[in-house]
């Protein structure tokens, strides 16, 4: 905690003399040299709501924002010398097909929540502001709740129970997300984020249905909040001009999935859309940011243009459009010292003051097939684990290592409290994925 205010300090003060000193400035123009011309900023969002304070009591922090911050963003993203641009001009620009008079500021939303209808959309209509939403189509027009919000609100329910759960009776991995918190070692959304980026869907599914039956039942372990959009509500939505991308059918992380469901989930997706909504689906966001050359490969063939990670990099003038860089926003991101808004914090992340500085981790999205070709661990090259482990055991949390073929290792770090945990390290691949979210989080 205290770590954390004293980083959120230094940053509100390193933001404010960048931004009085002119190096803010400054540091823009080299990032506007460095993608080739223009600067193409791409933010993505989750939920907008009315009420932050009160979400934030039941909600997963890094996905909230609140409207009036919703506001100042674009207000300030405009001020800044931004144009407010849709994904497809972006996309253009980057292609080189269309020349842009200003640096491009993309609003983007995952998940298709219905905070996003209600509070965004009336703030981004009123200024005219463009934006696209990605959604997992089997989600929409159901009360169902996406497996990150049910496990948050679950694991809430554990500890304020402070129920013992019965691991004999859960799959394998279960002890890897509970044992950290439990232990007060992590917060449960660092938790989660590191575990829904490692297990495949039916792996979360399954803790789900065990945590609930340990739980006892009852409609107290199901989240009220996190609903999602209706067709509706996208229908109109799309009327007033508004973008829609596919996120999977069941937000699924594909890097851990088979090709035929990588398939099914991409296409199937972008099908179901244009059919309800009756526009063309030609833009993808990876669940979790995460990606691969075979998800590529399936999206190039079928009638897309872009896939957006969350790696927070700049975007460049003649990159790829498969693996478009966003910083994800949430409402701490624009405080300040005293936990109110701070504009020089909040232009400072749009300058990526910090990502120049070097106080950003970012991590990158591109993960290998490895579990895609094997059930289970059957193809692994246990050959090259020594190796990696050892090159583990030096990484600091930060570092992205390199080994050179898939191994499946023994990662210290989990270790350390677990054991026999299992981890997949890779070409290539950041090895830490607690550094990919907001720091604050932690
Ligand atoms: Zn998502």
Redo the contacts with the bound molecule.
């Keep these: 905690m205290a770590g954390r205010v004293l980083r959120r300090a230094a940053k509100a003060a390193a933001a404010g003399f960048l931004h009085y000193s002119g190096a803010r400035k400054a540091m823009a123009a080299y990032r506007r040299s460095q993608s080739g011309g223009r600067r193409i900023l791409i933010v993505s969002y ?1 939920r907008v709501v009315s009420d932050f304070t009160g979400e934030l009591q039941r909600s997963i922090p890094g996905l909230l924002i609140s409207q009036e911050t919703f506001r100042r963003h674009l207000e300030q993203a405009h001020a800044a010398g931004f144009e407010l641009a849709s994904l497809g001009d972006a996309v253009d620009v980057m292609a080189g097909r269309r020349a842009a008079k200003k640096d491009l500021f993309v609003v983007t939303f ?2 298709g929540y219905r905070d996003v209808y209600r509070y965004a959309y009336p703030v981004l209509k009123q200024m005219g502001v463009p934006a696209i939403t ?1 959604l ?1 189509t089997a989600f929409i027009n159901t009360d169902k709740r ?1 497996n990150h919000d049910r496990l948050f609100h679950l694991l809430r329910r554990v500890q304020e129970r402070r129920f013992r759960p019965d691991y004999a009776t859960m799959p394998g991995p279960s002890v890897e997300l509970l044992g950290p918190i439990l232990t007060g070692q992590k917060t449960t959304s660092a938790a989660l984020d590191d575990f829904i980026g490692e297990h495949p869907t039916r792996v979360l599914t399954g803790i789900i249905d065990a945590l609930e039956q340990q739980l006892g039942g009852g409609a107290d372990l199901l989240p009220e909040q996190g609903d999602v959009m209706n067709w509706d509500e996208v229908r109109q939505m799309a009327r007033d001009g508004f973008e829609f991308g596919a ?1 999977t059918l069941g ?1 699924t992380v594909l890097t851990l999935e088979p090709t035929a469901v990588v398939e099914k989930e991409i296409l199937e997706s972008k099908q179901t859309i244009e059919r309800e909504v009756g526009v063309q689906v030609k833009d993808f ?1 990876y ?2 940011g995460w990606y691969s050359d075979e998800m590529i490969r399936v999206l190039s063939q079928n009638g897309f243009r872009s896939g957006v990670t969350t790696e927070d990099l700049p975007n460049r003038v003649g990159g790829d459009p498969f693996t478009l860089k966003r910083k994800v926003m949430w409402e701490n991101f624009s405080l300040g010292m005293m936990g109110d808004y701070s504009s020089s914090l909040t232009v400072c992340q749009f300058d990526d003051c910090f990502g120049v500085l070097g106080m950003s981790h970012p991590v990158l999205g591109r993960r290998p097939h490895v579990l895609s070709q094997a059930t289970g661990t059957t193809n692994v090259l246990v050959q090259e684990a020594a190796a990696a482990e050892a090159v583990l055991a030096r990484a600091t949390p930060v570092e992205v290592v390199d080994v050179t073929a898939p191994v499946i290792v023994t990662d210290p770090r989990v270790a350390a409290a677990v054991t026999g945990a299992q981890v997949v390290v890779a070409p290539n691949v950041a090895l830490a994925p607690e550094a990919a979210k907001p720091e604050e989080l932690q």
């Design positions: 989750h995952d998940d990605y997992p996406f996120h937000h966001a669940c979790n």
